[in-house]
Protein backbone atom coordinates (compact mmCIF):
# COMPACT_ATOMS: atom_id res chain seq x y z
CA UNK A 1 0.00 0.00 0.00
CA UNK A 2 1.48 3.15 -0.71
CA UNK A 3 2.22 5.87 2.47
CA UNK A 4 -0.59 7.66 2.11
CA UNK A 5 -3.37 5.23 1.75
CA UNK A 6 -1.43 4.08 5.62
CA UNK A 7 -2.45 7.04 6.83
CA UNK A 8 -5.96 6.88 5.32
CA UNK A 9 -6.09 3.38 7.07
CA UNK A 10 -4.99 4.31 10.17
CA UNK A 11 -7.25 6.77 10.49
CA UNK A 12 -10.31 4.78 9.67
CA UNK A 13 -9.13 1.80 11.61
CA UNK A 14 -7.14 2.90 13.95
CA UNK A 15 -4.53 0.51 13.59
CA UNK A 16 -1.90 -0.45 11.46
CA UNK A 17 0.44 -3.91 11.00
CA UNK A 18 3.85 -3.24 12.24
CA UNK A 19 5.85 -3.23 8.55
CA UNK A 20 3.18 -0.83 8.05
CA UNK A 21 3.57 1.37 11.23
CA UNK A 22 6.81 1.08 10.18
CA UNK A 23 6.68 2.69 6.54
CA UNK A 24 4.52 5.57 7.84
CA UNK A 25 6.94 6.08 10.54
CA UNK A 26 10.40 6.47 7.95
CA UNK A 27 8.54 7.63 5.04
CA UNK A 28 10.84 10.41 3.45
CA UNK A 29 8.35 10.90 0.06
CA UNK A 30 8.14 14.71 -0.67
CA UNK A 31 4.51 15.98 0.30
CA UNK A 32 4.20 13.04 3.13
CA UNK A 33 4.50 15.26 6.09
CA UNK A 34 2.00 17.73 4.90
CA UNK A 35 -0.27 14.82 4.17
CA UNK A 36 -0.43 13.16 7.45
CA UNK A 37 -0.64 16.82 8.93
CA UNK A 38 -3.52 17.84 7.39
CA UNK A 39 -5.32 14.37 8.14
CA UNK A 40 -4.21 14.94 11.94
CA UNK A 41 -5.53 18.55 11.66
CA UNK A 42 -8.99 17.12 10.53
CA UNK A 43 -8.82 14.53 13.18
CA UNK A 44 -8.36 16.80 16.04
CA UNK A 45 -10.99 19.56 14.52
CA UNK A 46 -13.95 16.81 14.67
CA UNK A 47 -13.20 16.35 18.02
CA UNK A 48 -11.96 19.82 19.74
CA UNK A 49 -12.79 22.31 16.57
CA UNK A 50 -10.10 25.29 17.26
CA UNK A 51 -9.78 24.61 20.60
CA UNK A 52 -6.48 25.19 22.54
CA UNK A 53 -6.12 24.25 25.99
CA UNK A 54 -3.65 25.36 28.41
CA UNK A 55 -2.64 23.72 31.44
CA UNK A 56 -0.11 25.83 33.81
CA UNK A 57 2.69 24.35 35.21
CA UNK A 58 3.97 24.73 38.76
CA UNK A 59 7.36 23.32 39.24
CA UNK A 60 7.42 22.86 43.03
CA UNK A 61 10.24 20.62 43.35
CA UNK A 62 13.67 19.73 41.57
CA UNK A 63 14.67 17.15 44.13
CA UNK A 64 14.51 12.96 42.66
CA UNK A 65 15.17 10.32 44.27
CA UNK A 66 15.84 8.91 41.11
CA UNK A 67 18.79 9.04 38.69
CA UNK A 68 17.40 8.51 35.29
CA UNK A 69 19.93 8.57 32.96
CA UNK A 70 18.49 11.02 30.45
CA UNK A 71 17.39 13.54 33.16
CA UNK A 72 19.12 16.85 34.16
CA UNK A 73 17.70 16.60 38.16
CA UNK A 74 18.84 13.14 38.84
CA UNK A 75 20.24 12.65 42.26
CA UNK A 76 23.52 12.55 41.08
CA UNK A 77 23.51 15.80 39.58
CA UNK A 78 25.43 17.65 42.29
CA UNK A 79 25.29 20.57 40.44
CA UNK A 80 21.77 21.13 40.28
CA UNK A 81 20.53 23.74 42.50
CA UNK A 82 17.77 22.05 44.61
CA UNK A 83 14.59 24.24 45.44
CA UNK A 84 11.39 23.74 46.77
CA UNK A 85 8.09 25.37 47.33
CA UNK A 86 6.27 25.96 50.24
CA UNK A 87 2.49 24.98 50.27
CA UNK A 88 1.90 28.77 50.55
CA UNK A 89 3.99 28.99 47.11
CA UNK A 90 2.28 26.52 45.52
CA UNK A 91 -1.44 27.94 46.12
CA UNK A 92 -0.08 31.85 45.47
CA UNK A 93 0.90 30.12 41.88
CA UNK A 94 -2.95 28.82 41.41
CA UNK A 95 -4.09 32.04 42.54
CA UNK A 96 -2.09 33.75 40.06
CA UNK A 97 -2.34 31.40 36.98
CA UNK A 98 -6.76 31.56 37.71
CA UNK A 99 -6.07 35.49 37.53
CA UNK A 100 -4.44 34.75 34.22
CA UNK A 101 -7.28 32.43 32.73
CA UNK A 102 -6.06 28.93 33.91
CA UNK A 103 -8.54 26.36 34.63
CA UNK A 104 -5.93 23.20 34.98
CA UNK A 105 -2.90 23.02 37.01
CA UNK A 106 -0.02 20.34 36.77
CA UNK A 107 2.02 20.18 40.06
CA UNK A 108 4.89 18.58 38.61
CA UNK A 109 7.86 17.74 40.41
CA UNK A 110 10.97 15.44 40.94
CA UNK A 111 9.74 12.17 43.38
CA UNK A 112 11.34 14.40 46.57
CA UNK A 113 10.49 12.37 49.57
CA UNK A 114 9.87 15.24 51.65
CA UNK A 115 6.52 15.85 50.10
CA UNK A 116 4.66 12.73 51.67
CA UNK A 117 1.47 11.50 51.32
CA UNK A 118 0.38 13.76 54.02
CA UNK A 119 1.90 17.27 52.24
CA UNK A 120 0.30 16.61 48.97
CA UNK A 121 -2.36 15.78 50.57
CA UNK A 122 -3.07 19.29 52.05
CA UNK A 123 -1.54 20.66 49.10
CA UNK A 124 -4.40 18.98 46.73
CA UNK A 125 -7.54 19.81 49.30
CA UNK A 126 -6.63 23.37 49.64
CA UNK A 127 -6.43 23.82 45.30
CA UNK A 128 -9.65 22.02 45.38
CA UNK A 129 -11.10 24.20 48.33
CA UNK A 130 -10.05 27.31 46.31
CA UNK A 131 -10.95 26.45 42.92
CA UNK A 132 -13.15 24.35 43.05
CA UNK A 133 -13.93 25.04 39.22
CA UNK A 134 -10.44 23.89 38.13
CA UNK A 135 -8.89 20.45 37.20
CA UNK A 136 -5.81 19.42 39.24
CA UNK A 137 -3.44 17.33 37.86
CA UNK A 138 -0.19 15.52 39.39
CA UNK A 139 3.09 14.68 37.82
CA UNK A 140 4.79 13.53 40.52
CA UNK A 141 6.10 10.05 39.57
CA UNK A 142 5.67 6.17 41.02
CA UNK A 143 3.66 5.73 43.82
CA UNK A 144 1.24 3.05 45.59
CA UNK A 145 -2.13 2.70 44.40
CA UNK A 146 -3.41 3.85 48.13
CA UNK A 147 -1.30 7.41 47.88
CA UNK A 148 -2.68 7.80 44.14
CA UNK A 149 -6.10 6.90 46.14
CA UNK A 150 -6.08 9.73 48.67
CA UNK A 151 -4.63 12.52 46.24
CA UNK A 152 -7.68 11.38 44.21
CA UNK A 153 -10.05 11.44 47.13
CA UNK A 154 -8.69 14.77 48.11
CA UNK A 155 -9.49 16.47 44.26
CA UNK A 156 -7.12 15.37 42.39
CA UNK A 157 -8.70 15.02 38.80
CA UNK A 158 -5.50 13.91 36.55
CA UNK A 159 -2.26 12.35 36.88
CA UNK A 160 0.59 12.55 34.24
CA UNK A 161 3.29 9.83 33.91
CA UNK A 162 5.07 9.01 30.89
CA UNK A 163 6.32 5.51 30.53
CA UNK A 164 8.86 6.41 28.76
CA UNK A 165 9.25 3.40 26.34
CA UNK A 166 7.05 0.57 25.78
CA UNK A 167 10.26 -1.84 25.43
CA UNK A 168 11.62 -3.59 29.23
CA UNK A 169 15.20 -3.59 27.64
CA UNK A 170 15.10 0.02 26.14
CA UNK A 171 13.80 0.93 29.27
CA UNK A 172 16.37 -0.49 31.64
CA UNK A 173 18.85 1.44 28.93
CA UNK A 174 17.60 4.43 30.43
CA UNK A 175 17.04 3.72 33.42
CA UNK A 176 19.25 2.54 36.65
CA UNK A 177 18.57 -0.78 38.06
CA UNK A 178 16.81 0.10 40.96
CA UNK A 179 13.75 1.23 38.45
CA UNK A 180 11.64 -0.89 36.89
CA UNK A 181 9.59 -1.17 34.12
CA UNK A 182 6.74 -3.49 35.80
CA UNK A 183 6.32 -1.20 38.49
CA UNK A 184 5.98 1.92 36.22
CA UNK A 185 3.38 0.04 34.23
CA UNK A 186 1.53 -1.20 37.24
CA UNK A 187 1.71 2.33 38.29
CA UNK A 188 -0.21 3.09 34.95
CA UNK A 189 -2.70 0.59 35.40
CA UNK A 190 -3.45 1.71 39.14
CA UNK A 191 -4.08 5.03 37.78
CA UNK A 192 -6.59 4.33 35.13
CA UNK A 193 -8.39 1.82 37.82
CA UNK A 194 -9.04 4.75 40.33
CA UNK A 195 -10.07 7.00 37.47
CA UNK A 196 -8.23 9.45 36.86
CA UNK A 197 -7.65 10.90 33.27
CA UNK A 198 -4.23 9.86 32.69
CA UNK A 199 -1.46 10.94 30.81
CA UNK A 200 1.74 8.70 29.26
CA UNK A 201 4.35 9.26 26.29
CA UNK A 202 7.98 9.25 25.85
CA UNK A 203 10.82 11.01 24.81
CA UNK A 204 11.44 10.85 20.94
CA UNK A 205 15.57 10.31 19.94
CA UNK A 206 16.25 8.97 23.17
CA UNK A 207 19.53 7.09 23.02
CA UNK A 208 18.54 3.44 21.81
CA UNK A 209 15.59 4.48 20.68
CA UNK A 210 14.89 2.26 17.28
CA UNK A 211 11.70 2.66 15.03
CA UNK A 212 10.90 -0.95 16.39
CA UNK A 213 10.64 0.70 19.77
CA UNK A 214 8.17 3.38 18.26
CA UNK A 215 6.28 0.34 17.03
CA UNK A 216 5.85 -0.72 20.87
CA UNK A 217 5.22 2.82 21.86
CA UNK A 218 2.27 2.51 19.73
CA UNK A 219 1.25 -0.17 20.45
CA UNK A 220 0.96 0.47 23.96
CA UNK A 221 -1.18 4.07 23.64
CA UNK A 222 -3.65 1.91 21.53
CA UNK A 223 -3.99 -0.36 24.04
CA UNK A 224 -3.93 1.42 26.95
CA UNK A 225 -5.76 4.38 25.57
CA UNK A 226 -4.54 7.37 28.07
CA UNK A 227 -6.42 10.53 27.62
CA UNK A 228 -3.25 12.77 27.26
CA UNK A 229 0.29 11.11 25.28
CA UNK A 230 3.18 13.92 26.61
CA UNK A 231 5.85 13.22 23.84
CA UNK A 232 8.61 15.33 22.82
CA UNK A 233 12.55 15.22 21.57
CA UNK A 234 14.88 14.13 23.85
CA UNK A 235 17.64 16.84 24.56
CA UNK A 236 20.86 15.75 26.49
CA UNK A 237 21.99 17.82 29.38
CA UNK A 238 24.99 18.37 29.98
CA UNK A 239 25.28 16.83 33.24
CA UNK A 240 23.79 13.50 32.57
CA UNK A 241 25.28 10.61 31.41
CA UNK A 242 24.15 11.20 27.82
CA UNK A 243 25.62 14.76 27.81
CA UNK A 244 27.26 13.97 24.55
CA UNK A 245 24.47 12.05 22.92
CA UNK A 246 21.88 13.61 20.11
CA UNK A 247 18.88 15.23 20.45
CA UNK A 248 15.52 14.39 18.89
CA UNK A 249 14.69 16.01 15.72
CA UNK A 250 11.51 18.25 15.22
CA UNK A 251 10.50 16.55 11.90
CA UNK A 252 10.64 13.20 13.95
CA UNK A 253 8.37 14.63 16.65
CA UNK A 254 5.96 16.06 13.88
CA UNK A 255 5.19 13.07 12.54
CA UNK A 256 4.73 11.12 16.02
CA UNK A 257 2.33 13.98 16.83
CA UNK A 258 0.18 13.00 14.02
CA UNK A 259 0.07 9.01 13.74
CA UNK A 260 -0.48 9.47 17.48
CA UNK A 261 -3.62 12.02 16.76
CA UNK A 262 -4.44 9.24 13.99
CA UNK A 263 -4.09 6.37 16.26
CA UNK A 264 -5.99 7.96 19.44
CA UNK A 265 -8.91 10.49 17.61
CA UNK A 266 -10.33 12.21 20.89
CA UNK A 267 -6.71 12.45 22.27
CA UNK A 268 -5.57 15.42 24.31
CA UNK A 269 -1.61 16.03 22.84
CA UNK A 270 0.11 18.81 24.01
CA UNK A 271 3.11 20.80 21.90
CA UNK A 272 5.57 20.13 24.74
CA UNK A 273 8.13 22.97 25.97
CA UNK A 274 10.96 19.88 24.97
CA UNK A 275 9.76 20.88 21.44
CA UNK A 276 10.15 24.57 21.60
CA UNK A 277 13.06 23.91 22.75
CA UNK A 278 14.69 22.72 19.65
CA UNK A 279 12.76 24.40 17.30
CA UNK A 280 11.65 28.27 17.99
CA UNK A 281 8.43 27.33 16.36
CA UNK A 282 8.30 24.23 17.37
CA UNK A 283 5.05 24.04 19.59
CA UNK A 284 3.28 26.35 16.46
CA UNK A 285 4.54 23.36 13.94
CA UNK A 286 3.32 20.29 16.84
CA UNK A 287 -0.37 22.46 17.08
CA UNK A 288 -0.66 22.50 13.00
CA UNK A 289 0.31 18.71 13.28
CA UNK A 290 -2.61 17.47 15.93
CA UNK A 291 -1.33 19.19 18.96
CA UNK A 292 -4.19 20.72 21.04
CA UNK A 293 -2.78 21.33 24.57
CA UNK A 294 -0.03 23.79 25.93
CA UNK A 295 1.35 23.81 28.95
CA UNK A 296 2.83 27.40 30.18
CA UNK A 297 4.99 27.73 32.91
CA UNK A 298 3.46 28.92 36.08
CA UNK A 299 6.24 28.60 38.46
CA UNK A 300 7.88 31.61 40.64
CA UNK A 301 10.32 33.42 38.16
CA UNK A 302 13.13 33.08 40.88
CA UNK A 303 13.33 29.19 40.21
CA UNK A 304 12.75 28.36 36.69
CA UNK A 305 15.77 28.50 35.78
CA UNK A 306 16.44 25.19 38.17
CA UNK A 307 14.22 23.33 36.97
CA UNK A 308 16.54 21.99 33.84
CA UNK A 309 15.44 18.47 32.78
CA UNK A 310 17.86 19.08 29.43
CA UNK A 311 19.85 22.03 28.59
CA UNK A 312 18.55 25.02 26.61
CA UNK A 313 15.04 25.07 27.67
CA UNK A 314 12.90 27.57 26.79
CA UNK A 315 10.50 30.01 28.61
CA UNK A 316 12.85 29.88 31.93
CA UNK A 317 13.40 34.05 32.13
CA UNK A 318 9.58 34.98 31.30
CA UNK A 319 6.76 36.19 33.99
CA UNK A 320 3.53 34.13 34.11
CA UNK A 321 2.14 36.49 32.10
CA UNK A 322 4.76 37.68 29.73
CA UNK A 323 4.42 33.64 28.78
CA UNK A 324 0.83 33.76 28.62
CA UNK A 325 0.61 36.44 25.70
CA UNK A 326 2.87 34.74 24.07
CA UNK A 327 1.43 31.51 24.25
CA UNK A 328 -1.95 33.09 23.03
CA UNK A 329 -0.30 34.90 19.74
CA UNK A 330 2.01 31.54 19.04
CA UNK A 331 -1.91 29.60 19.40
CA UNK A 332 -3.42 32.29 17.22
CA UNK A 333 -0.51 32.36 14.32
CA UNK A 334 -0.72 28.26 14.15
CA UNK A 335 -4.68 29.31 13.06
CA UNK A 336 -5.85 27.89 16.89
CA UNK A 337 -7.58 29.52 19.66
CA UNK A 338 -7.14 29.23 23.41
CA UNK A 339 -9.82 28.82 25.36
CA UNK A 340 -10.55 29.29 28.85
CA UNK A 341 -11.75 26.06 30.55
CA UNK A 342 -10.29 22.91 31.88
CA UNK A 343 -10.02 20.96 28.50
CA UNK A 344 -11.09 17.89 29.64
CA UNK A 345 -10.87 14.71 27.44
CA UNK A 346 -13.67 14.20 25.08
CA UNK A 347 -14.76 11.02 26.69
CA UNK A 348 -15.53 12.80 29.90
CA UNK A 349 -17.64 15.80 28.30
CA UNK A 350 -20.84 14.01 27.72
CA UNK A 351 -19.61 11.65 31.07
CA UNK A 352 -19.19 8.66 29.24
CA UNK A 353 -16.00 8.16 30.77
CA UNK A 354 -16.70 8.89 34.47
N1 LIG B 1 15.01 15.56 27.28
C1 LIG B 1 13.69 15.58 27.01
N2 LIG B 1 12.75 15.23 27.90
C2 LIG B 1 13.16 14.83 29.12
N3 LIG B 1 12.50 14.39 30.19
C3 LIG B 1 13.37 14.12 31.18
N4 LIG B 1 14.61 14.38 30.77
C4 LIG B 1 14.52 14.81 29.47
C5 LIG B 1 15.46 15.18 28.50
N5 LIG B 1 16.78 15.18 28.75
C6 LIG B 1 11.05 14.14 30.17
C7 LIG B 1 10.75 12.72 30.63
C8 LIG B 1 9.94 12.93 31.88
C9 LIG B 1 9.35 14.30 31.67
C10 LIG B 1 8.95 14.99 32.92
O1 LIG B 1 10.38 15.01 31.04
O2 LIG B 1 10.00 12.04 29.62
O3 LIG B 1 8.92 11.97 32.05
FE1 LIG C 1 13.67 10.68 36.36
FE2 LIG C 1 13.91 13.21 36.49
S1 LIG C 1 15.22 11.78 37.46
S2 LIG C 1 12.52 12.13 35.21
Known sequence: MAEKD????????????????????????PGFDEYIWEKAREVREKYYGKEVYLRGL???????????????????NKNAERYRLTEEDILSCCDMGYDLGFRTFVLQGGEDPYFTDD????????????????????????KEKESYQRFFDAGADRYLLRHETAD?????????SEMSFEHRMQCLRDLKDIGYQVGCGMMLGSPGQKTEHIIED??????????????????????TPYADEAAGTV????????????LLPDVLLPATTALGTIDPLGREKGLRAGANVIMPNLSPTDVRGKYLLY??????????????RCMFL???????EVVQSRGDHARYKDGSDK
Do not use: W
Not at 119 to 142: F, Q, W
Not at 223 to 239: E, L, R
Not at 251 to 262: G, W
Open 168 to 176: KAHYKLLHP
Open 330 to 336: RVSNAGY
Open 218 to 239: LKFLRDFKPHMVGIGPFIPHHD
Open 251 to 262: EQTLRLLAVIRL
Open 58 to 76: IEYTNYCKNNCNYCGIRRD
Open 119 to 142: RMVSIVRNIRKRHPDCAITLSIGE
Open 6 to 29: LVDKLRDTGNLADDEFSCVLLCQE
Open 311 to 324: DNKICTGDEAAECI
